[in-house]
């Protein structure tokens, strides 16, 4: 079956220090690759769509300066949260679907991030 | 842009009683999907029912929505709730080819004997 797994779980880190998450899809071809964020009493919210072979799309308010994304293969991902702070906080989703639009988004359990 | 308006906040049943959780949503598309997710508590959220289909009622594990777009609705009903079905319910919206969903702000079902 299709997977999506998410590391780490969980992280801590200092208020203006920067945190890296990744994101593996196994059993299919992770062939698009969104980010999303759930802050505290938040529903989520796209950070950025990455295709392979194609430029990542940004929402509004997020940046590719403060949210650098990787998709190398069409099985892996990673996103960092660069000078993080407290706002930044949240459960960060990564969504990950093999084909054409309407084709089901596989999630991941998420990346919870604090910032202390 | 797209926007999903759904049951807000908590939603606390006895168990045997039917489930009704609402979704309504807003696009500039005319062929949206709509899709309820479930999420367990530190698991991944996981697609319940989608569709895309107008007055097309479409079911999974006792669950079932039909897409109204005369109404912009797509509501989730049980016919009975069953104590495993207490969860984060999220409706949400894809519409165009970005692949983009957007969600609703979620609905925690809790489910009592």
């Known amino acids: 079956g299709a997977l999506v797994y998410q590391y780490p779980r969980r992280t801590i880190c200092k208020s203006g220090t920067s945190m890296r998450m990744e994101c593996q899809a196994v059993?299919?071809?992770?062939?698009?690759v969104a980010w999303y964020r759930q802050s505290p009493q938040k529903t989520f919210e796209l950070i950025a769509l990455s295709t392979v072979n194609s430029a990542i799309k940004y929402e509004q308010n997020f940046t590719q300066e403060k949210f650098p994304i990787s998709h190398p293969n069409l099985s892996f991902s990673s996103m960092t949260v660069l000078n993080a702070y407290l706002e930044d906080r949240g459960l960060y989703l990564c969504?990950?679907?093999?084909?054409?639009?309407?084709?089901?988004?596989?999630f991941g359990p998420g990346t919870r991030l604090t910032v202390l | 842009g797209d926007s999903v308006t759904q049951t807000e906040g908590l939603v606390t049943l006895t168990e045997g009683l039917p489930v009704m959780l609402n979704c309504t949503y807003q696009?500039?598309?005319?062929?949206?999907?709509l899709f309820w997710y479930v999420h367990y508590l530190n698991e991944s959220p996981r697609l319940l029912l989608k569709?895309?289909?107008?007055?097309k009622r479409t079911e999974h594990q006792g669950f079932h929505a039909t897409l109204h777009k005369s109404s912009s609705s797509f509501h989730l009903q049980k016919s009975s709730a069953q104590l495993s079905d207490s969860a984060l319910y999220y409706c949400a919206l894809s519409g165009g080819s970005n692949y983009k969903l957007t969600f609703g702000k979620g609905t925690l079902l809790t489910v009592t004997p």
């Open positions: 969504g990950a679907r093999e084909r054409d639009w309407g084709g089901e988004q596989y």
């Open positions: 569709s895309s289909t107008d007055n």
């Open positions: 059993g299919f071809q992770a062939t698009s």
């Open positions: 696009t500039i598309y005319s062929n949206p999907f």
